[in-house]
């Protein structure tokens, strides 16, 4: 994982979280898990062969589906060689049997049970700004490249929030907005290097490394999913977007995501503000 660029001084705390993709109801078959810090590679040098050394960070009881390890030690030690940290887990056998039921999710299966982590910061002199690292508006155009593309960076493809396409059979609701819509577009984000946190608003304050991006669906409440649409700030505080295949809009003055009409595909769901950076 990429750890922010800041001192080990001004981490207070960090978390990294995993999920059990597959549980043997018999407690006989669930093994001690263990996470540790592998100390001598880096992920690129990594195989399924591949010896590693490691020391351990934490241990986690057999028989859980979800995993909760303290790793702020982990990323402090980290930060004073390299904000490249790469975690190993590892089960030990109970009684003797192996352990190939201890599969979890991983980042490119989507939804709310992927692999996260978060950092606490905690420096008066970490500069939070206004803007982040947002740039000045530049118009662009080109058909093969979308709003989330836009949004992200990302002028190579066509991006789509979802890992298995349109998910058209799903309600447009708070439920699944917040378990599916809004959970698999963090997912693809995460699959394109892009490190990406919800923040509360419009106005929630972002590091000098991150920036703003806007999101939401449309039929909220009144039927199926239609479509999904992003914009994104610049660093003076205005707007933009891309309409599909059409040139980017940059909205007037003063205006904000929370201010305008966001199309003809009725986008009315709430509104949620991503603070993302490239990792």
């Given at each position: 994982?990429?750890?922010?660029?800041?001192?080990?001084?001004?981490?207070?705390?960090?978390?990294?979280?995993?999920?059990?993709?597959?549980?043997?109801?018999?407690?006989?078959?669930?093994?001690?898990?263990?996470?540790?810090?592998?100390?001598?590679?880096?992920?690129?040098?990594?195989?399924?062969?591949?010896?590693?050394?490691?020391?351990?960070?934490?241990?986690?009881?057999?028989?859980?589906?979800?995993?909760t390890f303290d790793?702020?030690?982990?990323?402090?030690?980290?930060?004073?060689?390299?904000?490249?940290?790469?975690?190993?887990?590892?089960?030990?056998?109970?009684?003797?049997?192996?352990?190939?039921?201890?599969?979890?999710?991983?980042?490119?299966?989507?939804?709310?049970?992927?692999?996260?982590?978060?950092?606490?910061?905690?420096?008066?002199?970490?500069?939070?700004?206004?803007?982040?690292?947002?740039?000045?508006?530049?118009?662009?155009?080109?058909?093969?490249?979308?709003?989330?593309?836009?949004?992200?960076?990302?002028?190579?493809?066509?991006?789509?929030?979802?890992d298995n396409g349109?998910?058209?059979?799903?309600?447009?609701?708070?439920?699944?907005?917040?378990?599916?819509?809004?959970?698999?577009?963090?997912?693809?984000?995460?699959?394109?290097?892009?490190?990406?946190?919800?923040?509360?608003?419009?106005?929630?304050?972002?590091?000098?490394?991150?920036?703003?991006?806007?999101?939401?669906?449309?039929?909220?409440?009144?039927?199926?999913?239609?479509?999904?649409?992003?914009?994104?700030?610049?660093?003076?505080?205005?707007?933009?977007?891309?309409?599909?295949?059409?040139?980017?809009?940059?909205?007037?003055?003063?205006?904000?995501?929370?201010?305008?009409?966001?199309?003809?595909?009725?986008?009315?769901?709430?509104?949620?503000?991503?603070?993302?950076?490239?990792?």
């Amino acid at each position: 994982m990429s750890l922010p660029d800041v001192d080990s001084s001004d981490v207070v705390s960090a978390e990294f979280n995993i999920n059990k993709s597959l549980t043997n109801p018999n407690p006989v078959f669930n093994p001690t898990i263990y996470l540790r810090r592998v100390t001598n590679k880096t992920y690129d040098q990594l195989t399924g062969t591949t010896s590693y050394g490691a020391t351990n960070i934490a241990t986690g009881a057999s028989g859980q589906t979800s995993y909760t390890f303290d790793i702020t030690n982990a990323v402090k030690n980290q930060l004073d060689v390299s904000n490249k940290l790469v975690l190993a887990i590892s089960g030990e056998p109970v009684y003797g049997y192996n352990t190939g039921n201890a599969v979890f999710y991983a980042t490119n299966q989507g939804g709310s049970l992927i692999p996260s982590f978060s950092v606490v910061l905690e420096d008066p002199d970490l500069g939070l700004t206004p803007y982040g690292s947002a740039k000045p508006y530049t118009p662009m155009s080109g058909w093969w490249f979308n709003c989330f593309s836009y949004a992200v960076g990302y002028y190579d493809d066509w991006l789509e929030p979802y890992d298995n396409g349109y998910p058209y059979s799903y309600p447009a609701n708070q439920y699944y907005y917040e378990t599916v819509y809004i959970p698999y577009a963090m997912s693809t984000m995460g699959a394109y290097n892009i490190a990406v946190r919800i923040i509360d608003n419009i106005l929630s304050p972002v590091y000098p490394y991150e920036r703003r991006i806007a999101y939401r669906i449309g039929n909220f409440n009144t039927g199926y999913f239609s479509d999904f649409h992003f914009m994104k700030q610049h660093n003076e505080g205005s707007w933009s977007h891309k309409p599909g295949q059409q040139p980017t809009i940059l909205l007037g003055t003063g205006l904000t995501p929370n201010d305008v009409s966001w199309g003809i595909f009725n986008y009315n769901s709430p509104i949620t503000y991503f603070a993302i950076y490239p990792i």
